[in-house]
Each structure stands twice: as structure tokens, then as C-alpha cells.
């Protein structure tokens, strides 16, 4: 990285993978840097849970799109809920990319701060693949899902403990680029209005 | 940073700092960071209020007091919230530590990613105060009371819209240390169960 705020600003979503599996160093590191992610006074309560079995990631992406087959379109529904529900009906649905490796964040459900602690946790393992030149992307489904009964059964089977909810998860691995490595084109940005209070 | 994986693991939150002001060039890379930061389909909605105007933040902490000391406690509130409420009884509270700059972090209130999206800058920036050798803490108080009216109104009037509300705060600031660096003292980790499923 040329400068520090570099490390910040080359991050992108990856979405095509390669099936080549992540060595285990890195992958070691990048859930280390998610561990070291702050918590609300230190509880350190984030569960993280990394799948790397084909096999379950195959079943757990077949749960998905036959559950979210099941939904209904509601006025009003966030448009990548939508997004899914429709591309599950169609049956082509794979929510994580065939990514290598998914990491799931779970944390206490009756705890204020679970989603805010997952969400430190998956920033800092995003950070991570990108300065190990892997990809990731954030993935949502199995936080919208963390209360759809058969979801929670099979994460359970996972290693999930009851009192646990997912808050966001984590596809990682190579990028299926020409290179090989994340893209990392120019990036609009018009959001994220800043402002100063300097009276 | 002797490996990457330190710039993770070598943050620790502040919660004395120096009056001394943060200089802008640093301040505006901390805000280029979280602005970085990935968003639900990109929405770049999270919204900096960076309030550096001394008068303003001694206000703001004379008001949160106020409106914590208004409430009561009940069973099963969280014990940082307790925590706040106790300590503004007792007319001393000052939530931000009296660091010289806080940051802000608001968002739509009725996008479901909005404490997700607040987080990841939040994170974000707290790496990047570590990286400039800053000190930062995460502040939860001005979200506990996103819905208190005084602040909802207080708020507004720094610039904050109508639509949104605060999903966190950052405060920053050089560390009131002997070395003037944050503590990074070895950290006991023994929370933050990983579980890999790789039958």
C-alpha cells in the first residue's frame, strides 16, 4: 500500500470467484483481524463461525434459495431482499458467490451491541483480504434469515449456540479477474455527506 | 506497522486525551477512511458530523447528562447504559471524555442497514486514529438516546436531517499518556469463540 488511507480506500466487493481454496495462513489472519475487532466493553462475544466445506456451503445455499423462494414481495421490502427472493424463485440462486469460504459473525441476540460488533468485526476482515490481495463481500441473506426456523436449525448443526443470532457474514477468496486480484476501478463517491461543526 | 495484521490488533480505545488539537490534515484522512468505509449496495448514506467547536461539545455532554439523569433504571438495562445514568445522577458525566473532535456517525433511520453501515465507518476511522498514532474510543451514548427528543432537536441543529438519526460516535484526540502514544498494552483475548466447519 502506497499510503495508509490507501489500505481504507482500494477495498472492493468481490463477486466472481476462483474455486482455488485460501491458504490457511491467511485465512488465519483474517479472522484474526476480525477477532481484534473492539466490543461494546470488551465481551468479546462475536462467534465466528468459517465454512470451507463445499458440501455445506453447496446444502447451506440450497436452504437458502428455498427459503427465500418461500417469500412473498411486500410493498416497501429493501430492494436486495427483493433482489434475492426473486432470483431464488427463479432457481438460480447461490447467495455467496461460490465464494471458497464463508465466514459467518453470530452474536448474543439479546445483546444491543451485536450488530455493531459483528459489523466491526466483518470491516476489519474485509480490510484484511484486501491487503492479502484475496477478494470478499459482505453478505446479508443469513442476517435476514436468522430467524427463518430451518436456517437456524442448520447453523445450529454448525456450531451456533442458541442464545446466537447471525449479524452479517463474509465471502472470501482469489478473485476470478484476469490478474487475479480484487478489482479495484475508481469509485464514485457523491455520498457520505460530512459535516464540520467549527463555529 | 511491523505486519499488517498488527495495525488490527495494536488498537486500543482512548478515554484521556490531551486538549491539544487534532491537526486537519489528520482529521480529514480519519474522515476519508470512514467515508471508505463499504455501504448496502453502495448507498454511501452514512452521514459525519464532525464536531470540533469546544462550546458545542461541552453543551452536547451538559445535555446528555441532563437527559440521563432523567431516567430510571430498570431490570435487564444494559450496564453501560446503567452506567451513564448513574454517573449523570451524580453530575459529573462528561460521555465524551472531553476529547477535542467527536465524530458523528448518522444514517437514514429506516434503512436496514444502518448501524451495520455506521459501524464499518466507525471501524474504519478507529484504525486509521491508531495508524496516525491518535487515540479514539467508541461512543454508544448519543445512539442510546437517538430518540431522546433534546438531543433529536440538538442534533438537528448541528446538522443532522430529519430522517436520520445517530447510530454511533467517535471521540479523537492525542492520547493523555506519558509518551503521548495510545496505551497498547497485550490484551487478554480469550472471548470470541471460532468455530471452522471443515468436515
Known amino acids: 500500500m ?35 475487532a473492539p466490543s461494546g466493553g470488551n465481551c ?24 427465500f423462494a418461500k417469500m412473498e414481495i411486500t410493498p416497501g421490502l429493501y430492494k436486495s431482499i427483493v433482489n434475492s427472493i426473486n432470483l431464488s424463485k427463479s432457481g438460480n440462486y447461490v447467495f ?6 464463508l465466514i459467518v459473525t ?10 455493531a460488533d459483528c459489523s466491526c468485526a466483518l470491516e476489519n476482515m474485509m480490510l484484511m483480504t484486501n491487503a492479502l490481495d484475496l477478494g470478499s463481500c459482505w453478505i446479508n441473506q443469513l442476517k435476514w434469515l436468522n430467524e427463518n426456523p430451518v436456517i437456524l436449525e442448520y ?4 456450531g451456533m449456540d442458541d442464545t446466537e443470532r447471525v449479524y452479517g457474514a463474509l465471502a472470501v477468496g482469489y478473485p476470478d479477474t484476469a490478474d487475479g486480484l480484487p478489482e479495484r476501478k475508481p469509485l464514485q463517491r457523491t455520498g457520505n455527506k460530512v459535516t464540520v461543526v467549527d463555529l
Open 44 to 67: 468479546q462475544s462475536t462467534h465466528f463461525i468459517v465454512i470451507k466445506n463445499k458440501e455445506i456451503l453447496t446444502e447451506l445455499a440450497e436452504l437458502v434459495q428455498q427459503e
Open 2 to 36: 502506497e499510503s495508509t488511507l490507501e489500505f481504507f480506500t482500494s477495498r472492493r466487493s468481490t463477486r466472481k470467484y476462483k474455486t482455488e481454496a485460501v491458504p490457511e495462513e491467511k485465512l488465519h489472519q483474517i479472522v484474526e483481524a476480525g477477532r481484534f
Open 96 to 101: 455467496h458467490y461460490n465464494a471458497p469460504v
Open 106 to 115: 453470530a452474536n448474543q441476540k439479546d445483546y444491543g451491541n451485536n450488530i
Open 155 to 158: 447453523m445450529k448443526k454448525l
